[in-house]
């Protein structure tokens, strides 16, 4: 049926020229062989070319939409999945809002008790660093004493050795060994 319509589409300027030549009487409208034979080797050609590629331009033109409606579908499947997840997402966030104040709260009350350990781990430290310094002290002083004492004792001594080599004569000598021979023998 397409055929017929496309022949006589094609055949159509060659019909109303040769309808054309009746109504010129005096004149010789007719048209040349050559002209003829070219118009039948065109509509030959022409439903060769319809005949032989008709199937590989229906496969072609169907394997496009084929394409076209694969397409279709893949964007149709990724815009439902890009709404699903619109979806979830809008539901996360109303989740985030009305979860907001319970979570601040959650937080104040850890950051209170981290405040209150490093408080509490700030006093012990504290307090074993004034026992340490304290400690210290004490052992510092008691050597400082130590030292004292004996520097007093050797100046002590020394003072004495000055005293009891210049000051003392031969009589003083005598009676110191006098008493000392009377308190050992006692």
Known sequence: MK???????LLAPALVMAAGGEHGAG???????????????????VGGLIYFTKDGIVQFFSS?????????????????????EFVDIKHK??????TREE?????????????????DEAQQVTKRIREDA??????EVLRAQKELREQLLKDSMEA??????KDLGSADQQKLQKEFVDKVGV
């Open 103 to 119: 979570s601040l709260k959650k937080a104040q009350v850890h950051a209170e008790e981290m405040k209150k350990q490093i408080l």
């Open 160 to 165: 004495a050795r000055q005293v009891l080599t």
């Open 27 to 45: 004149h010789d409208n007719h048209i040349p062989k050559a002209v003829i034979y070219q118009v039948i080797n065109v509509v030959i050609l």
């Open 134 to 139: 304290e400690l210290t002290a004490k052992l």
């Open 3 to 9: 055929l017929l319509v496309n022949l006589l589409i």
């Open 93 to 98: 966030l109303a989740n985030l809002d009305a």
């Open 64 to 84: 496009r939409k084929a394409a076209y409606l694969e397409a279709a579908q893949k964007s149709a499947f990724a815009r439902e999945q890009a709404e699903k």
